[in-house]
């Protein structure tokens, strides 16, 4: 006898039952529905792209945990290959950036300008699964290209923002700094800007390890312990200053574009003074955003229910011309829809309007006439903008119900072999 099929999925990836379905597709509504609100126009790219886009360089350590796709046909010769470039030529995506930035380089002439668009679908990561985090997963990413101008960033953080007010979240923070107020601020401490990005990858860290983690590492990696001592110091003068950005901009006037400084004021200015009071907006010197093609702006979405990031993102300037030889202005924002759908089952969210449900209940046996009496009373309440399930009866009524109600489902007619009098 042959043995069973593994039914577990397999690592990393799960099913995804009724009930989560149904706040997944609620919640792509809400996010489709208000980006389009603000001008943005869905996309969609294939899942496999070349192994040399994705290797590109962009995608920092997801690069590293990319599930390859071996040649297939006459292109693979296991007997000839002497390196993995030999066995593989794609990969499964692991973010939708890469995707965009090709599609956009091929089809500019065709696109209008700026474009604004939206991108949901799934990526993957051959990752260490862990909760909110899976190697499967969705991706919601809104990016505007073509344009220079402040105006994307603060598009972007309001339509974000408005989605996540839609879905229900409050309290949460857009935490926002730039890359060019990080290397001011290396700068201004002495440190070589050969080793900036090794530098920001320490200070990533601030949030685990705290400022003496962040000043012990920078002195074990070999940098000067004035420096390390200058760097930390100043990030302490920011953080508890009244005014955190006029501190910080004042402080690096002389290592900062003065352009830079009003941008990134305008920016916050603009947000505040648009934003509802369902989230704040804060300045964090020490957030750096891990992927290597940030160029300026970068924000990410604090949520004290997960305690972590639930999304984030930036501009990168020069992430087109990788592709085509000339840079293109760009910057995105991308919500955390694994997390955002984690956190609303746990708080027992309910989807709007599936609380008002009707199942019919049908006897085995029913003759033809009451069947399609049944029948059609359903299809009149569907007419009239109800949800209608037509199911035959269990045995046990009080369970069948009781299931179906945690489904939705508040009201029930029933309907025997004989009509009851």
């Known amino acids: 006898m042959a043995s069973k099929l593994n039914k577990k999925p397999v690592t ?12 997944r597709e609620y919640v ?21 792209e070349s192994l040399e886009n994705l290797n590109c360089k962009a995608g920092g350590d997801n690069e590293k945990l990319i599930f390859k796709i ?9 007997d000839e290959a002497r390196e993995e470039n030999d066995l593989a030529d794609g990969g499964l995506r ?5 995707p965009l930035v090709r599609y956009y380089s091929a089809h500019s002439a065709e696109l209008q300008s700026p474009f604004k668009t939206l991108q949901i679908g799934n990526v993957w990561r051959a990752d260490r699964p862990q909760r909110g985090r899976y190697r499967q997963f969705m991706q919601c990413d809104i990016d505007i290209l073509g344009d220079a101008t402040n105006l994307a960033e603060i598009e972007l953080i309001l339509a974000t923002t408005t989605t996540l007010g839609r879905i229900g979240f409050k309290g949460f923070e857009i935490r926002i700094n730039d890359r060019r107020i990080l290397r001011a601020m290396a700068a201004s401490c ?3 800007e050969d080793r900036y990005d090794e530098i920001f990858i320490i200070l990533d860290k601030m949030d685990k390890i705290g400022t003496d983690g962040v000043k012990a590492e920078l002195k074990e990696a070999g940098f000067d312990a004035g420096a390390v001592e200058s760097y930390v110091s100043l990030f302490e003068d920011v953080l508890k200053a009244d005014d955190p950005v006029e501190y910080c901009l004042n402080r690096l006037e002389k290592e900062i574009d003065p352009e830079v400084s009003c941008g990134f004021r305008e920016i916050i200015a603009s947000v505040e003074a648009t934003k509802g009071d369902h989230f704040k907006l804060v300045f964090d010197p020490t957030l ?43 910057c995105g924002f991308s919500i955390g829809f694994e997390r ?8 027992g969210f309910k989807v709007p309007g599936t609380e008002d449900r009707t199942a019919y ?27 209608v399930l037509v199911v035959r009866m269990n045995k046990n009524r009080k369970f069948q119900k009781e299931q179906l109600s945690a489904q939705g489902y508040n009201e029930f007619k029933e309907f025997f072999k004989e009509a009851l009098k």
């Not at 809400?30 to 001008?39: L, M, N, P, Q």
């Not at 160029?295 to 305690?307: C, L, Y």
């Open 28 to 48: 792509c509504g809400v996010i489709k529905s208000t980006y389009a609100e603000f001008g943005f126009t869905q996309i969609e790219t294939p899942c496999v």
């Open 190 to 192: 002495g440190f070589e």
């Open 94 to 98: 692991y973010d939708l950036t890469v």
């Open 361 to 387: 209940l049908l006897e085995k046996g029913l003759p033809s006439d009451r069947l399609n009496e049944a029948l059609k009373a359903a299809e009149a309440e569907r007419a009239a903008g109800r949800q």
């Open 340 to 347: 955002i759908v984690l956190l609303l089952m746990e708080n």
């Open 70 to 78: 071996m040649k297939r046909g006459e292109k693979l010769k296991l």
């Open 288 to 330: 750096v955003r891990g992927m290597s093609y940030y160029t300026g702006t970068i924000f990410e979405i604090a949520m004290p229910e997960f305690g972590g990031s639930c999304g984030g993102g930036g501009r990168y300037d020069r992430m087109v011309g990788m592709f085509t030889g000339q840079e293109v202005p760009a």
């Open 12 to 23: 990393g990836m799960k099913d995804i039952l009724p009930g989560e379905m149904a706040i």
